[in-house]
Antibody, heavy 122, light 107 residues
Framework: QVTLKESGPVLVKPTETLTLTCSVSGFSLSIARMGVSWIRQPPGKALEWLAHIFSNDEKSYSTSLKSRLTISKDTSKSQVVLTMTNMDPVDTATYYC??????????????WGQGTLVTVSS | DIQMTQSPSSLSASVGDRVTITCRASQSISSNLNWYQQKPGKAPKLLIYAASSLQSGVPSRFSGSGSGTDFTLTISSLQPEDIATYYCQQIYSTLWTFGQGTKVEVK
């Protein structure tokens, strides 16, 4: 069974770098047409896609946050890591990782982690 | 980036009502449109992919339609468990974007 679980700090200070880890099970990060994205949701607000890493290690980033984001994966550990630099209180949000399945030519996020709330405050 | 605009932002309907949510893309995205349901405190759940394909396990009262720039999610008979916020998402470009959400409440 497919599961994803986010982990990382619950509180970071302004200007610090956030590092989040998504640990996956039930599928391999090397399977073609599969990938993992990070998506965030500020309290009471909409979902915002942040970054994606494909099975071939190709990466894609949100235009507005590209300069602050780095996504990577360790296939042997079944982990996807997101770093976000220069954190600000407006980055306070629940951060989700989600599996993207494009196996049938119609991609979608079919499995999501439970999310982890990150608060940015001094 | 492709902008996704949902309407209405919120709606209130009675159990058994037919509910329609629309999503408009800022440019044509063919049928590269997904719908998700999010209940309070939970992760989103995939309902519809490729504009009109029902995800396995999702009740048949949910349906999606549209192509190009205009899309619709319909709940044929609203049930109490359908209270949630619904999001559309485009995957036409690799810079994926979500709509701002539509909150559905029961009268």
């Amino acid at each position: 069974q497919v599961t994803l679980k986010e982990s990382g700090p619950v509180l970071v200070k302004p200007t610090e770098t956030l590092t989040l880890t998504c640990s996956v099970s039930g599928f391999s990060l090397s399977i073609a047409r599969m990938g993992v994205s990070w998506i965030r949701q500020p309290p009471g607000k909409a979902l915002e896609w942040l970054a994606h890493i494909f099975s071939n290690d190709e990466k894609s980033y949100s235009t507005s946050l590209k300069s602050r984001l780095t996504i990577s994966k360790d296939t042997s550990k079944s982990q996807v890591v997101l770093t976000m630099t220069n954190m600000d209180p407006v980055d306070t949000a629940t951060y989700y990782c989600a599996r993207f399945d494009d196996s049938y030519g119609a991609g979608y996020f079919d499995y999501w982690g439970q999310g982890t709330l990150v608060t940015v405050s001094s | 980036d492709i902008q996704m605009t949902q309407s209405p932002s919120s709606l209130s309907a009675s159990v058994g009502d037919r509910v329609t949510i629309t999503c408009r893309a800022s440019q044509s995205i063919s049928s590269n449109l997904n719908w998700y349901q999010q209940k309070p405190g939970k992760a989103p759940k995939l309902l519809i992919y490729a504009a009109s394909s029902l995800q396995s396990g999702v009740p048949s009262r949910f349906s999606g339609s549209g192509s190009g720039t205009d899309f619709t999610l319909t709940i044929s008979s609203l049930q109490p468990e359908d209270i949630a916020t619904y999001y559309c998402q485009q995957i036409y470009s690799t810079l994926w974007t979500f709509g701002q959400g539509t909150k559905v409440e029961v009268k």
